[in-house]
């Protein structure tokens, strides 16, 4: 596999922290400190689909292919407004694509799993060239009177097209099952968002356990980057990026911290988006690349972790 394309798209509202503080009891400096967090984008009169279909599209053109080049479309994506079909088929109408379709839902670590599916259809001979799409709107189903979690999220998705090519290098895939430190349950009844001391509204709404999701995420992503790293016989300065889930500032340092890597090989949206689920890391992919600091022949490792609990990482040449 090698990623020919890449492509990002955000909602155009900008919240700061200050406007957060309007909501629940919090503060700009709060947030900053625990976080990293200044702003979030979060989603008004876009949908979804529109994310979605804006991240594909730029992708597609970045790579120099229409949708009809695409023979498989992987869309990563925890929530949008059905249950079925798949965000992967709303897209494919939408871009002009007639590849087959799936939607692979493994909360914040979904991208770098979808990559790695990628990799696999492309090395199996499956496909020869497939659009990986992410996209998602946690702040959708965060509670909004729930300040440790609502403060953490924006909306947002990323892409990339890869095709057949000798850049994929290897992943790491990790599951341990722990479903109740991050969780949000199925909605079954018409859920009334407006009230937010409803019932209904807090059962499926996100829960979780903010300081035990730390500690896995920076445990687990730092052991599969290190496993990849002496695997396939590189040193942390071999890398140039480490494209990580951006969740939380302080969880990048912790991980930079125990790979004893430079914190310029760390680049980073979460200041400005927030924790976008599993499109933070395509998005920062396509950040990086269109500021030209990737260069073809560049290391680079990506790392995401989330709901399951799940961690996955793959080292690749761009
Ligand atoms: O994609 C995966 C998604 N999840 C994550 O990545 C979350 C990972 N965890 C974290 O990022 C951090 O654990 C948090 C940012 C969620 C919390 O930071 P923390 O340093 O672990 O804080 P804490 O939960 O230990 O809370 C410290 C204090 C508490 O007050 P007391 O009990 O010390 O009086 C909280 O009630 O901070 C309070 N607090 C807040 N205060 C102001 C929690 N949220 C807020 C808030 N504003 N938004």
């Not at 979030?40 to 529109?50: G, W």
């Not at 260069?295 to 080292?315: E, K, M, N, P, W």
């Amino acid at each position: 596999m090698k990623i020919i394309g890449t492509g990002s798209a955000l909602p155009k509202l900008v919240v700061t922290n200050d406007m957060l503080t309007k909501y629940f009891d919090t503060s700009d400096e709060w947030i900053r400190t625990r976080t990293g967090i200044e702003t979030r984008r979060i989603m008004t009169d876009e949908s979804l689909k529109d994310l979605a279909v804006a991240a594909a599209q730029r992708a597609l053109e970045a790579a120099g292919v229409t949708a009809k080049d695409i023979d498989y479309l992987v869309c990563s994506n925890v929530n949008n407004n059905y249950v079925y079909p798949s965000l992967s088929s709303i897209v494919q109408g939408a871009i002009g694509a007639s590849c087959p379709c799936i939607d692979i839902r493994n909360a914040c670590a979904g991208f770098v799993y979808a990559l790695d599916m990628a990799h696999m259809y492309l090395h199996t001979g499956r496909a020869s060239r497939i659009l990986v799409l992410a996209a998602e709107e946690p702040t959708r189903f965060c509670h909004w009177e729930h300040r440790e979690t609502s403060v953490l999220f924006g909306d947002g998705a990323g892409a990339a097209v890869v095709e057949i090519g000798d850049g994929f290098l290897g992943s790491k895939m990790t599951t341990i099952s722990n479903t109740d430190v991050l969780y949000q349950r199925q909605r079954l009844e018409p859920t009334p968002f407006e009230d937010l001391s409803s019932e209904a509204y807090t059962n499926h709404t996100m829960v979780m356990q903010g300081r035990e999701v730390f500690r896995m995420a920076v445990t687990g992503c730092s052991n599969e980057i290190s496993h990849l790293l002496t695997e396939h016989g590189f040193s942390t300065s071999d890398v140039k990026y480490f494209i990580l889930h951006q969740a939380n500032m302080r969880i990048i340092n912790g991980i930079q911290q125990y790979l004893k890597a430079d914190p310029e090989q760390f680049p980073t949206t979460v200041q400005k988006y927030g924790n976008t689920s599993s499109a933070s890391v395509a998005i920062l992919l396509d950040e990086t690349v269109r500021a030209n600091k990737v260069q073809r022949g560049d290391l680079l490792v990506f790392s995401g972790f989330g709901a399951g609990f799940t961690t996955g990482s793959c080292i690749l040449r761009y």
